[in-house]
Every structure is written in C-alpha cells, then in structure tokens.
C-alpha cells in the first residue's frame, strides 16, 4: 500500500528512508522526554504497584518542575557505574544501560530527613515533623518457592484473612510457600515477616539521619521490608530522576517481561490472572 502511495506521489527511496529517520527521530524524542510505559519487576512498592502491572509515567513535566514528596518516581539505577564519558554517559541514561527503578520522593533538596524507632516500630521525619505514610504496605510479606528451587523465593504481600489461591493480591500455590516457611525455619530465618518491623539484614537500616543538598531526594518503597531504597545506597541523585507514574494501565498476576507471551502460553487462564479491579486507575 505504501509502496503504490509512494510512487503515485513521486516519493523516491531516499526520501523515504529520510522520512523513517525523521519518524524514528521524533518517536524517540517523545519517548525519552514525553512520557514512558513500565512494568513492575519487584514488589518494592506493594501494595501501591504490584509486579505485572504496567504504569504511563510523564517524564515531561520533570523537566520544568521538581519532584514534590510523595510522587512516585521512575530513575535510573543508583548503583549502575555510570561511565566518564559525556556521550556514552547520555547514552547509558537515556538509550541503553540500566534498569528502572521506582520509588516514592520522601525528603526534597534542603530537607533534613531523620529515620527512628519509636514503639518498636519505624518512624520518619522530615524537618523536625513526623510524616504521615497512609500508602506504606500494611500486610505482611510471605516467602514463596519459585523454579521449584529452594535457591529462587520471593516476598509477596499477603492477607492472613484469605486462602493463599484466593491472595487480592497474588494468587499462591499453598505447596510453594508451606515449603518455602518450612526452609526459612530449618535454617533459622523469619518465615513470615510482619509490617512496620525494622528492617536487619541486606536491605540497609531504619535509623539514619541526612541533610539533603542540591538536588538530592531522599527515596523509598511502599513496601518498606522489600525495598533497596536510600536507606541502603543514600541519597538519590535528581539527574537520575527521569518520570513521575501518573497511571495504571493494566494489571496481570504474572512474572513476564512481555504479558503477550503468557497468553500466547496460556490463552484461556491468561485473563483469570487479569486484576480487573485495578486497570485504568490514577496513581498516588
């Protein structure tokens, strides 16, 4: 159809690679500076953002006006090393490099953000005032055996009021994670672990204290027990800032960086593990 459209205009082939370039050109700008699509790897901030759920971000509006707290946002890994050079620098940021990470902006440039345990449980600080969090996780975590492998478990929120297959929020083999508390036991570790508990090991601690200079953002996840935030690696650097999620626009209990090929695998259960209840909503 093209090709006909081509030559009854009078188009030659090197004005249509030119016009592709162009296309590539502006579709890549709008992309990088317009908006984005993400899909949630980890739980690091359940119950806000589940993993298999895809998010819009606007990474227009980051531009001109800078993170306020309380806005989720997407960023480059902290952790990536990035390189020296100018060009390649760029290009690891904004073409090919790290993964997207997304938290939720807690402390602002100029803010003095204070962790503390008051009652055995975590509390935050910013400026001398205690912060409300009404979107930080209230359920517990529950292991659950992945690859049926003792070696592959990961965290899930879990509500102790329902059966594991009836989970809101992901539906659990009770053979997975009986097996997965029954390992934790055997070698000593927590097998279930319980909301507003300071964190211990791997994850950084509860307890800090930091003046957050120019363009510094102090970050974390909702999901506080299972969330590699400022608390472990310091304060987020805004450069790395790049978009604020602003909607969900589908959710589906899978573990597949493309949800077409679990349908493709599975094409009736596919839409069973659809969370129809939160497709298309607004995200705070």
Known sequence: MFKNLYK??????????????????????IRTWGFGLYQVPTGSMETTMLVGERFFADKFTVLFSKPKRGDIITCNDPLYPYS???LKNLFEQYVWGPSNWTKRVIGQPGDVVKGVIQEGKPVIYVNGEKLNEPYVNKYPLVPVIT????????WRSYDPSLPYEQQKFYKMNPYDVNKAQ?????IGMRPLLYPSTPLSEGWGSDTFEIYLGENQYWVMGDNRLGSSDSRKWGALDGKLIHGRIVWRIFSVDSDESWWILDLLKNPVGFWHKVRWDRCFQRVH
Request: proline share 0%; net charge positive; charged share 30%.
């Open 8 to 29: 009854k205009y009078g188009i030659t082939k090197k004005e249509q690679i030119r016009d592709l370039v162009v296309l590539f050109l502006i579709a890549g700008i």
């Open 84 to 86: 020296k050079n100018t």
């Open 147 to 154: 690859y049926n492998d003792y070696q592959h478990y990961t």
């Open 182 to 186: 029954k390992y934790f036991e055997r």
